[in-house]
């Protein structure tokens, strides 16, 4: 959702899911290449940016850095050299997506300050979306996905994106998903070097990866739950055994099928329509702590 009035842009800075997620091996740049499917959801930060004179950020969540490492700087600072834009802004963050979680919620608020910019500088600035795409994945990795309104599959080192075909979407939005993380974190750098120093059999091959995900996306029949494989499992349960014992009590006592989203430390798990998600906010809880972040939220 977004609204104006007068100077003031707001953005809607929606959390994402890898519901599928194969990296296939290191590049010579040093990133890794990767096939995923992506979704966003109606759950996310709010961003609210208005016309100042440079560049600030205040946020609702203190943990979070202000300075010139904060993904929103950055990209102001990018909107600008893209553009040659002189005016600035001013951004107030509420901060729900936790950090350290796979969920992109950095990258999301990047990609969200990019679009707020693009409006308060009006047409004469603005950037095509085929620019602001390039600016978003010369920001980060995963930025060019939350350019998009639907599922996505995700390829290269996760910049190139293509819209999920409509029927293979549809079976997707509207979906109601339980997400929770732990009070930990999942250093991304660590899990990708995890993966390198297993290489080659901590990659899937490519091939192998698009057959798996191009089977499900032509089988009308195939459900989400069918969709949950993750490169990152294998390392990131390895060194946090909490998460594959939390896995294993919601697949018993619940019949729920969690898994990792990106790298972690949060985890999804389809839930049943109109079905109260309390009696699961309890058993992670029970199992990771009450600090233990919960939400019920839906494909977008």
Not at 140 to 155: A, Y
Not at 253 to 269: H, I, Q, R
Request: proline share 6%.
């Amino acid at each position: 959702m977004r609204t104006s009035a007068v100077n003031l842009i707001t953005e809607f800075a929606p959390a994402k899911l890898n519901l599928f997620l194969a990296v296939t091996g290191r590049r010579e740049d040093g990133f890794h290449n990767l096939v995923s499917l992506a979704v966003t959801l109606d759950f996310g930060d709010t961003l609210r940016a208005r016309a100042s004179e440079g560049f600030a950020l205040r946020c609702s969540d203190p943990a979070v850095p202000g300075g010139e490492s904060n993904l929103v700087l950055r990209a102001a600072r990018a909107f600008a050299a893209a553009t040659g834009w002189e005016g600035g802004a001013a951004f107030e963050l509420e901060k729900r997506i936790p950090t350290g979680a796979g969920l992109g919620g950095g990258s999301s608020d990047a990609v969200a300050a990019l679009r707020a910019l693009n409006r308060l500088a009006g047409p004469e600035r603005a950037l095509s979306k085929q620019k602001l795409a390039a600016v978003a994945a010369a920001l980060g990795s995963d930025c060019p996905l939350f350019l998009e309104t639907g599922p996505v599959v995700m390829r290269g080192r996760g910049e190139r994106i293509e819209p999920l075909p409509a029927a293979a979407a549809e079976r997707l939005r509207g979906r109601p998903v339980l997400v929770f993380k732990p009070g930990f974190e999942v250093s991304t750098p660590w899990a990708y070097g995890q993966l390198a120093a297993g290489a080659p059999s901590s990659y899937l091959p490519e091939e192998e990866a698009e057959a798996w995900l191009g089977a499900w996306r032509d089988d009308l029949r195939a459900p989400a739950e069918a969709l949950r494989r993750n490169s990152f499992e294998a390392p990131v349960f390895r060194k946090f055994p909490a998460l594959a014992l939390c896995q294993e009590s919601l697949r018993a006592e619940f019949a729920l099928e969690a898994g990792l989203s990106g790298s972690g430390s949060a985890c999804f798990a389809w839930w049943r329509e109109g079905e109260d998600p309390a009696p699961v906010a309890r058993a992670v809880r029970a199992a990771w702590g009450e600090s233990t972040f919960f939400v019920s939220a839906r494909v977008a």
